[in-house]
């Protein structure tokens, strides 16, 4: 009985930890369109890994534990991600256009 107990914990401990880790990788998403359309804001076009660059920097601080596991290469392509996602808003919302351009 008392090892039954025992891998019910584990099992218990291990189905939280995936359910923070999903939670954060959700939240880590949503942080880089956020993180990517600041950035876009405030550098401008032509500046693509100076940018890379500044939103790297704010993970590591916001997500020191992410930073840690996930590499600079992988980010890169999470980055990617936001940015096409960025275009897409970009495209159909003239509020974030003008946002972004200083206009709002």
Not at 23 to 29: A, D, H, S, T, V
Not at 56 to 72: A, H
Not at 73 to 84: Q, T
């Amino acid at each position: 009985m008392d090892i039954l107990i025992k891998i019910l914990i584990i099992l218990l401990f291990i189905a939280g930890v995936a359910f923070l880790v999903i939670n954060q990788r959700n939240n880590l998403k949503e942080w880089l369109l956020y993180a990517v359309v600041e950035a876009e804001k405030g550098l401008g076009s032509k500046m693509g890994q100076i940018k890379l660059r500044q939103v790297y920097d704010e993970f590591i601080f916001k997500y020191p534990l992410f930073s840690k596991l996930i590499s600079f290469k992988l980010f890169s392509g999470m980055v990617d991600n936001a940015l096409v996602e960025m275009k897409g808003l970009l495209s159909s919302n003239v509020t974030l256009r003008h946002y972004i351009k200083g206009d709002a």
